[in-house]
T-cell receptor
Framework: AQSVTQLDSQVPVFEEAPVELRCNYS??????LFWYVQYPNQGLQLLLK??????LVKGINGFEAEFNKSQTSFHLRKPSVHISDTAEYFC?????????????FGRGTSLIVHP | DTEVTQTPKHLVMGMTNKKSLKCEQH?????MYWYKQKAKKPPELMFV???????INESVPSRFSPECPNSSLLNLHLHALQPEDSALYLC?????????????FGEGSRLTVL
């Protein structure tokens, strides 16, 4: 079975400070990894993804994440956050299951950026 | 701008009503999904269609009835719902079911059951 753990349910941070949102997963096979962002009353939008290749992936809005296979982690980072980054962030993992790839979502981390 | 369009954005219905949620995508994707999302929770998978055929049903109650009339459209028919069914219903699509699992989401339909 695979699972996704987002260790922090809420991360408060001041504007222009750096932030890291943590995501760990468990899987016995290779996986694909994703971070989605959800602004209030909207759907989920893909921030970035790791499929293969370089373990450091860059996404939209200045976010990046690093895939660490030995630690089974895919933490999301931004060097300087804005008020507009306040949103819910979901880590997701997918692996082949009977020929299909259906992502499993973490519980989400609420990023709250204070002025 | 999302390329997955959901209508209506908001829906209020009584427990005896019949209503439908609609989803449309024109990206040529052949897999389409319905998710249910409660406040401050991750999306929960309900149904998956692949090439217009129901591929996955996550033991969803029969008061929810999905339909995929063609490769661009996905409907969710609602009948005799309960107040606990109030939630944000998200539609998503992906190029193929047998690919990476990257999903393209619509903005959701906020359902309130009175």
């Amino acid at each position: 079975a695979q699972s996704v753990t987002q260790l922090d349910s809420q991360v408060p941070v001041f504007e222009e400070a750096p932030v890291e949102l943590r995501c760990n997963y468990s899987s016995s096979v290779s996986v694909y990894l994703f971070w989605y962002v959800q602004y209030p009353n909207q759907g989920l939008q893909l921030l970035l993804k790791y499929l293969s290749g370089s373990t450091l992936v860059k996404g939209i809005n200045g976010f990046e994440a690093e895939f660490n296979k030995s630690q089974t982690s895919f933490h999301l980072r931004k060097p300087s956050v804005h008020i507009s980054d306040t949103a819910e962030y979901f880590c997701a993992v997918s692996k082949p299951q009977g020929g299909s790839y259906i992502p499993t979502f973490g519980r989400g981390t609420s990023l709250i950026v204070h002025p | 701008d999302t390329e997955v369009t959901q209508t209506p954005k908001h829906l209020v219905m009584g427990m005896t009503n019949k209503k439908s949620l609609k989803c449309e995508q024109h990206m040529g994707h052949r897999a389409m999904y319905w998710y249910k999302q409660k406040a401050k929770k991750p999306p929960e998978l309900m149904f998956v269609y692949s090439y217009e055929k129901l591929s996955i049903n996550e033991s969803v109650p029969s008061r929810f009835s999905p339909e995929c009339p063609n490769s661009s459209l996905l409907n969710l028919h609602l009948h005799a719902l309960q107040p606990e069914d109030s939630a944000l219903y998200l539609c998503a699509s992906s190029p193929r079911l047998a690919q990476t699992g990257e999903l393209f989401f619509g903005e959701g339909s906020r359902l309130t059951v009175l």
